[in-house]
């Protein structure tokens, strides 16, 4: 039976159990690479197996989870190359994207943003992690809507997609949500002049906190696993 056909207690409390494991898995709890053990996942979330599966399955699909058979489920985890070679794909697209929305933008384009920001806001300064994943990836969303070219936008999710594993523990960082929230606002400001190369480098520029982040991690954790073989 698919989640559409689901009746409507079924179906929310399918998505409770899903929204809970990406929350576990974007926001550190499950380091990447761990294994996603049934058992473990039904006890944790008090959730039947099908559930269970069903979330693994969505989470599989948005690059959060990897499924391997006689392996089971993982949180993904990326090497350094991985890192680089991807971020590198949604630069491209961003900056692409940025490019392509006629400046000044329209006001409506620009109230939107207003109005997520100050959501944006409220969850940050409540340090409410889900709201402020939410309301982040769709003040971008929104934001390149501008574009004008649904598919260019449906790349760019995608590898919002793949970047969430890397980016999202730093919605609870201070530093990094104080940076976010300023580039938001500069963002706004240059929607409303006619400077398309400064927008679009400053979202290109706005990905690279998160992702020297996850490169110093990832460093970090290999040199402790070469301590721990050289004791």
Not at 61 to 82: L, M, W
Not at 125 to 133: P, Q, V
Not at 214 to 222: F, S
Request: proline share 3%; net charge neutral.
């Amino acid at each position: 039976m698919s989640e559409a056909s689901l009746p409507a207690s079924r179906a929310d409390e399918q998505a409770e159990v899903q929204r809970r494991l990406e929350d576990d898995i974007i926001f550190g709890r499950f380091a990447p690479g761990s294994r996603l053990v049934e058992d473990t996942l039904m006890a944790r979330y008090g959730a039947s197996r099908h559930y269970i599966r069903q979330a693994l399955v969505q989470l599989e699909r948005t690059g959060v989870v990897r499924r391997e058979k006689n392996v089971g489920a993982t949180v993904c985890s990326y090497s350094a190359q991985e890192v680089q070679q991807i971020y590198a794909v949604r630069e491209m697209l961003t900056r692409q994207a940025a490019l392509m929305i006629p400046l000044p933008a329209p006001p409506e384009l620009i109230a939107r943003l207003k109005e997520i920001q100050a959501d944006y806001c409220r969850n940050a300064d409540a340090g409410n992690l889900r709201g402020i994943h939410e309301t982040n990836d769709l003040f971008h969303l929104t934001l390149f809507s501008g574009c004008g070219n649904p598919y260019l936008v449906r790349t760019l999710h995608d590898y919002m997609g793949y970047t969430l594993p890397m980016r999202a523990k730093n919605l609870a960082d201070h530093a990094g949500l104080q940076l976010s929230r300023r580039q938001h606002d500069i963002m706004i400001e240059l929607l409303q002049g006619t400077d398309s190369w400064a927008l679009a480098q400053l979202c290109v520029d706005h990905m690279q906190y998160s992702k020297a982040d996850y490169l110093a991690r990832t460093a970090g954790t290999a040199a402790s696993g070469r301590l721990a073989i050289a004791d």
